[in-house]
């Protein structure tokens, strides 16, 4: 497992939109385009890769007509072809986020609607491959096998990327074994955790307190991950 993750500078504007509750109706519209409105890097951005609609078209109709998805995957590609090749695209696509795509469908069963709580996680990976590559190191967290723990969880849960990460962590840790028999007894996740070393709590500790600063969710400076 990587022993290291990296904090990225991720636009925060941006990754608020990801970790809002974005249902596309009534109250959860309007507060969308009024935030967006009032950050105006953001708005800026808006208009210079949707131009392709129209140079017209406000914030509202573009919404209308791409969707919240298609809009939100929009600005990520934005992002990511910056952090690549230093400019942003002024043409619709997708090619360097289809691993993110990818990665919110697997989760999804496992996730409450309306959120990008996957998407995001798959944001700040690509974001973090690209910064590492250009350091020439690799960064690679999430595997089929990783996913599937996901099966045990009785219920669905907002912040599924807290849950995986801290999933990441203690079988990397603990070994898969060991951790799906702490499960079959129903040991809570104190417990589990409780098992490791020092070096190792302070680790998984580390590393996601360099994912939660990177995607600017402050909750996890003050209260539990999970």
């Known amino acids: 497992m990587s022993s290291n993750f990296p904090t990225v500078n991720l636009p925060y504007q941006y990754t608020s939109l990801l970790r809002a509750n974005m249902q596309m109706s009534g109250q959860g519209f309007s507060n969308m385009r009024e935030y967006i409105t009032s950050q105006k890097p953001l708005l800026t951005l808006v208009q210079i890769i949707f131009q392709d609609l129209g140079n017209k078209l406000d914030l509202t109709s573009i919404v209308k007509a791409v969707g919240w998805t298609g809009f939100r995957n929009r600005l990520a590609n934005a992002y990511v072809d910056y952090a690549m090749y230093g400019e942003y695209p002024t043409t619709p696509n997708t090619r360097n986020i289809s691993l993110m795509i990818d990665l919110e469908e697997d989760l999804k069963p496992f996730t409450v609607a309306g959120y990008s709580r996957g998407f995001l996680l798959g944001f700040y990976l690509r974001m973090a491959q690209v910064q590492q590559e250009k350091s020439g190191k690799d960064f690679s967290l999430m595997t089929d096998e990783l996913?599937?723990?996901l099966k045990?969880?009785?219920?669905?849960?907002?912040?599924?990327?807290?849950?995986?990460l801290s999933l990441y962590h203690l079988e990397g840790f603990l070994g898969r074994d060991m951790?799906?028999?702490?499960?079959?007894?129903?040991?809570?996740?104190?417990?589990?955790?409780?098992k490791l070393t020092e070096e190792q709590k302070?680790?998984?500790?580390?590393n996601l307190l360099s994912y939660g600063y990177s995607i600017g969710d402050e909750e996890v400076f003050y209260s539990k991950t999970v």
């Open 152 to 164: 045990l969880s009785k219920i669905k849960i907002v912040k599924v990327d807290w849950l995986l």
């Open 179 to 194: 951790l799906l028999s702490n499960f079959d007894k129903e040991i809570g996740f104190e417990k589990i955790y409780s």
């Open 147 to 149: 996913i599937k723990l």
């Open 202 to 206: 302070n680790t998984m500790m580390e």
